[in-house]
């Protein structure tokens, strides 16, 4: 069982921007593909960014390019999320997610049903 806790969230201006970190338990972090995804109030849950295991590549939402960036430190069991140019539409509630599953593609990692752990997630708001 992996428990993911997200933090860093919180309220800014558009234009702002915000580091989101997820904090992962167990000894197989490594092997895990990250991803964060959010979901906006009335609207389904959305791909943001994922980081895979092994190389590492990083890939995004077209949302996110250019202003956002994935990273992972697996010695310190933790994925960041750094969010740059945030835009009022950036609003929602941004969730960390592992998959155990050896995902890499593009088209496997957007998906949030390849996600095996989720965290509580962690609120971001951005004012006009």
Known sequence: QVQLVES???AVQAGGSLRL???AS?????TYTMGWFRQAPGKEREFVAAITWGD???YYADSG???FAISRDNAKLTVHLQMNSLFPEDTAVYYCAASRRGI???VDVSQF???DYWGQGTQVTVSS
């Open 8 to 10: 860093g969230g919180g």
């Open 21 to 23: 970190s997820c904090a």
């Open 26 to 30: 167990g000894r197989t972090f490594s």
């Open 56 to 58: 590492g590549a990083a």
């Open 65 to 67: 390019k250019g202003r």
């Open 104 to 106: 890499a593609s593009r």
């Open 113 to 115: 049903e390849a996600y």
